[in-house]
């Protein structure tokens, strides 16, 4: 009846739609109109309902098609074929945005927030469960804390069996399982990578269940009841992913001041995005910290092989087949984020290629078994990825006027930002109001700023050849001895900025001698402000590759435990945490007076027992101790990561962040900027002074900070 009752009211207001966005205005009327729609929009945005939010987005999409529309029937004149192609090429590039912008909508209006269906109370209804743990070539270092994590799972022990699928065939890591007590798995070749080395366990396990942690995932000790019922209540349920959340900043994070201040790259996807799938059961796989029911995947023959991204092929194949997926908004396991902006590049170019290629040889457009919806989940998700071209388009297409005197937009000045200001400031405030806390505005320009001239060339050979390309290791764990200025990643965004300053010197000469060169100072100005927001994009963008040290072998979190420091004399004083690493342990100085006696061990006093480890002690004030801990056997290690990293609560932050405030924001990235400069000429400075120094005095020794490195 509703949706009887939704088609009549959508056909008697189909007339209106269609008059706003085909009605021909002039300027001056259009100004009225969009001041009046934008007004009314931010009327509409003291109310925090739902349904106001979905007439702003109604209204929203309204102005962007009418601007659309405006640009495609009054725009596309051009005096030469050159001003044609660049022209066209521009309209493609907003065309495309608008298709996103819509398609975004629609996917994260919606968003399920799904919560924890509990195991029944007999355990023996619980289904058996394989943790994989896949390896290639990362370190021991970074596999062991995993694989110590899973055994830390709240499961009973004789329906859950971990196993280690080594790609690399170390005997370090044969002798490593062995004594942990878990599986070791390996095969003779690496044909199809990390999906081959799944369907190769595959063959030789049988768990109902399938978890997939990637092998920098620690899980928390709740990882499992926490997903697992979810199967029970719902036999056709193929999937339940949950958020891959990283205790180690990544590059935007650690390289940018402002980044730590606002959500991740990630809060976007894994909050409204996968909701929103979830709503309409398009949920993706995402590789790890997933839960996949082995005869789902027996059924579509496996791990996907055909692709460099062989979860979200797996979940499309799963879901064609009539299979359910779920997604669970809870951090229950956390990783290494990528170290350096390089990195970050390589891992983010596989994701475009291999989506690139679902789209090419799994088109979620055609073939049977997805409704709607799904299709175009994954539809937006494809095109997502093509952004490369049309960000480059839109940071340099001032130039072409600037620099060339190239009309692309065959229209005045006054009439393009009358038709252009209604669709970017209702959609600037609109996504700003319901994705905010996820997604700070102008951050996701910057996001994609920095990916956007190294995905052209892969992406476009993707849909050319999407057989093309092999899987990347993302290496982890890394350490930085010294900061550096990444000029390789960004040197085609110093070029785009540079050729961006010469033009809009240029157009400021030509403004200043409008009577010589003849040309329109309203269209000028209108390019010069163009240009200078690329430039303040792209040099945020620039800013991400000044890389800062990263010595730290472990990352710290903060916790604040009971605590029990023993003294050598076999005094005894409480304390609590400030924060606890894998290499150590913040507290609180009960009273510096004793402190004089040796430390040996700390004692930690959680819900689940008491745990005590040896330490040495590193420094200690009035305020703060600081302790390292000392070599650990593997059972004292295990129960060092059930405290540090497996707590099920231990990412899980009650915390969200502040609504976005666009203007702050922008303000936060032009700070980035100034700070890039700042610091450029700062450590200019310390690295030309310590030359002198060590030119004096060669056998100066190198600076050693031992608490940065626990």
């Known amino acids: 009846m509703n949706k009887i009752l939704f088609s009549f009211l959508l056909l008697l207001a189909l007339p209106l739609i269609v008059l706003i966005i085909i009605a021909p205005m002039s300027s001056d009327n259009q ?33 962007s098609l009418r601007y659309i529309y405006w640009r495609a029937t009054e725009t596309l004149h051009f005096n030469t074929t050159l001003e044609a192609v660049l022209g066209i090429a521009l309209f493609m590039t907003e065309l495309y945005a608008l298709v996103i912008l819509i398609f975004g909508y629609i996917q994260t209006t919606w968003p399920l927030k799904r919560t924890i269906e509990p195991l029944p109370d007999d355990i023996s209804l619980w289904p058996t469960v394989d943790v994989y743990i896949p390896t290639y070539n990362e370190s021991m270092d970074v596999v062991r804390d995993t694989v110590l994590a899973a055994q830390c799972i709240d499961y009973p ?31 003779t070749d690496n044909k199809h990578a990390k999906a081959g080395n799944l369907n190769n366990a595959l063959k030789v396990t049988q768990g109902e269940l399938i978890t997939v942690f990637d092998c920098d995932h620690v899980a928390t000790r709740a990882f499992l009841q926490a997903t697992v019922g979810s199967f029970l209540v719902d036999d056709r349920l193929a999937l339940i992913q949950t958020p891959h959340y990283f205790y180690s900043p990544d590059p935007f994070e650690r390289n940018l001041s402002e980044a730590s201040k606002v959500p991740n790259e990630g809060a976007l996807f894994y909050g409204p995005v996968q ?56 951090p229950l396991a956390a990783g290494l984020a990528t170290e350096r902006l390089g990195l970050h590049v390589i891992q983010r170019t596989r994701w475009a290629r291999g989506m690139t290629q679902i789209f090419r040889v799994d088109n979620p457009l055609f073939g049977r078994g997805l409704n709607w919806q ?37 229209s005045s000045a006054g009439l393009i930002f009358a038709y252009v200001l209604p669709h970017l400031v209702m959609s600037i405030y609109i996504n700003s109001r319901s994705m905010g806390r996820y ?40 350490l930085l001895d010294t900061n550096y200025f990444d000029f390789h990643i960004v040197r085609p965004h110093i ?216």
């Not at 969009?34 to 309204?62: A, E, H």
Request: net charge positive; with cysteine; aromatic share 10%.
């Open 495 to 710: 070029i785009a900025v540079s050729l961006l300053l010469l033009g809009t010197a240029w157009g400021v000469i030509r403004l200043l001698m409008t009577d010589h060169y003849g040309a329109n100072p309203q269209v000028i100005v209108l390019n010069i402000a163009w240009a200078s927001f690329s430039m303040i994009i792209l040099l945020g963008s620039i800013a991400v590759a000044r890389e800062t040290r990263q010595v730290r072998k472990t990352i710290r979190v903060e916790a604040s435990i009971p605590a029990i420091l023993y003294f050598a004399s076999g005094a005894a004083m409480r304390t609590e945490t400030l924060d606890l690493s894998m290499g150590g342990v913040k507290l609180k100085t009960p009273d510096e007076r004793f402190m004089d006696d040796p430390i040996e061990e700390v004692e930690l006093s959680l819900k689940s027992g008491v745990v005590c480890f040896p330490v040495e002690l590193i420094d200690v004030d009035k305020s703060v101790t600081r302790l390292m801990f000392k070599e650990l056997p593997i059972e004292k290690r295990r129960e060092l990561v059930r405290v540090v990293l497996a707590r099920a609560d231990a990412w899980i932050n009650d915390k969200p962040c502040p609504p976005d405030r666009p203007l702050r924001s922008l303000l936060g990235i032009i700070r980035c900027i100034f700070e890039l400069f700042y610091f450029s000429w700062k450590d200019y400075r310390e690295k030309k002074r310590e030359k002198k120094l060590r030119k004096k005095n060669p056998d100066l020794p190198q600076f050693e900070d031992k608490e940065q490195t626990i």
């Open 374 to 410: 799904q299709r175009l989940c994954y539809l937006n998700a494809m095109l997502h990825f093509q952004y490369g071209l049309p960000r480059v388009i839109f940071c340099i297409a001032p130039l072409f006027y600037l620099l060339f005197n190239l009309n692309i937009i065959a």
């Open 31 to 63: 100004y009225i109109f969009g001041f009046i729609c934008i007004g009314i929009v931010f009327i509409l945005g003291v109310s925090k309902s739902k349904k106001v939010t979905l007439i702003m987005i109604v209204m929203s999409t309204l102005m």
């Open 275 to 330: 909701q929103g799938n979830d709503n309409w059961n398009a949920t993706f796989f995402c590789g790890s910290c997933a839960v996949i029911r082995r005869t789902a995947l027996e059924e579509v023959g496996g791990f996907a092989v055909e692709t460099v991204t062989e979860d979200a092929h797996t979940a499309l194949k799963m879901q064609r087949l009539g299979w359910g997926s779920a997604f669970l908004a809870l």
């Open 157 to 187: 022990k004789d329906k859950m069996k971990i196993y280690v699928l080594d790609d690399g065939k170390r005997n370090e890591f044969a002798v490593f399982c062995a004594d942990a007590g878990v599986g070791y798995i390996t095969r």
């Open 439 to 478: 997604r700070y505005s102008f951050w996701g320009e910057i996001y994609e700023t920095v990916m956007c001239f190294h995905l052209v060339i892969p992406t476009l050979l993707a849909m050319i050849s999407p057989k093309h390309g092999k899987f990347n290791v993302t290496d982890k764990g890394a």
